[in-house]
């Protein structure tokens, strides 16, 4: 292989480091879902969640890097929804991020605390009887900040470092046996070099008993950067994914439960080809 073509894909794995750090853990992970925690109630969780993957695109080429080795992603993340009226809840969610690569390259670990989300949940109107369940539409305005100065545009940068302005709404469907269905979609505005975001998350709720709920999920993002990884600045990339996953959430009494799930990348454009990308956590209900 000619050195130029050598040079080219190590510059480009460079890039895709930090095109793969700029994801937030689990709150990348999943969609959310209709439900709201009701005046006065609270539920407070942490997780720890880890991704890897050795293959990335550049572009819609899929490809592996010697240089760059398996990169390895995990967060401690914290996340709090609380209900500020039967049909508003207060949200917030934060992560402390710490990316590693093996590759002979052996570029620099960067671990920090990375972005905060906060916003609100609100349901538009009354739920309404569709068949044999229920239908609400929520909205779900939110913003994302920076935590600190982190490195945003190296080899092992943890995110992009800037303000994300988010219009979401959830469209969700229960039946009175329990399962149910929820879409998330929206967009986001992204206020520096970033592509803006139109996210889409489908989730479908499988009670299999009283206390244990599984939650299979595809989600797809699309952004509208200008070029791929190595024909200009990192920030400015059209990042796009497609993946699928499964949740599980336990509930150990009327207070505690305990979440899990796994998710894999199925398709994507300069982006890391997650093969494993696993979270646990565990969750503290208050009030009520």
């Known amino acids: 292989m000619a050195m130029n073509a050598i040079?080219?894909?190590?510059?480009?794995?460079?890039?895709?480091?930090?095109?793969a750090s700029s994801l937030s853990g689990v709150a990348r992970a999943q969609g959310d879902n209709g439900f709201l925690r009701g005046q006065g109630r609270t539920d407070l969780s942490f997780s720890y969640s880890m991704d890897l993957y050795d293959e990335f695109w550049i572009g819609s080429d899929k490809v592996a890097d010697p240089a760059v080795g398996e990169i390895t992603r995990e967060?401690?993340?914290?996340?709090?929804?609380?209900?500020?009226?039967?049909?508003?809840?207060?949200?917030?969610?934060?992560?402390?991020?710490?990316?590693?690569?093996?590759?002979s390259a052996d570029f620099d670990d960067e671990s920090a605390f990375q972005d905060a989300?906060?916003?609100?949940?609100?349901?538009?109107?009354?739920?309404?009887?569709l068949g044999h369940g229920e239908w609400s539409f929520l909205v779900a305005p939110s913003v994302k900040v920076p935590l600190g100065h982190y490195e945003n545009?190296?080899?092992?940068?943890?995110?992009?470092?800037?303000?994300?302005?988010?219009?979401?709404?959830?469209?969700?469907?229960?039946?009175?046996s329990g399962f149910f269905l929820s879409l998330e979609?929206?967009?986001?505005?992204?206020?520096?070099?970033?592509?803006?975001?139109?996210?889409?998350?489908?989730?479908?709720?499988?009670?299999l008993s009283a206390g244990i709920t599984v939650m299979p999920f595809?989600?797809?993002v699309s952004s509208d950067g200008d070029h791929d990884i190595g024909q200009g600045d990192f920030p400015g990339v059209?990042?796009?994914?497609?993946?699928?996953?499964?949740?599980?959430?336990?509930?150990?009494?009327?207070?505690?439960?305990?979440?899990?799930?796994?998710?894999?990348t199925v398709d994507g454009r300069n982006t890391g080809d997650i093969d494993g990308g696993y979270w646990l956590g565990l969750v503290w209900k208050f009030g009520g």
């Open 153 to 176: 545009d190296s080899q092992t940068a943890i995110g992009d470092g800037q303000i994300d302005w988010r219009a979401r709404g959830i469209a969700h469907y229960r039946l009175d």
């Open 218 to 220: 595809w989600s797809q």
């Open 117 to 129: 989300v906060g916003g609100v949940k609100w349901r538009v109107g009354a739920a309404r009887r």
């Open 185 to 207: 979609s929206g967009f986001d505005y992204r206020t520096e070099a970033p592509g803006n975001e139109i996210p889409l998350h489908v989730t479908l709720g499988l009670p």
């Open 75 to 103: 967060a401690l993340n914290v996340h709090v929804a609380h209900g500020l009226r039967d049909d508003l809840d207060l949200v917030f969610s934060a992560s402390w991020v710490d990316v590693e690569n093996d590759g």
């Open 238 to 264: 059209d990042e796009d994914w497609e993946r699928v996953g499964v949740s599980v959430y336990a509930r150990i009494d009327e207070r505690y439960g305990i979440s899990a799930g796994w998710k894999q």
């Open 7 to 19: 040079a080219t894909r190590v510059v480009a794995g460079l890039w895709l480091l930090a095109v």
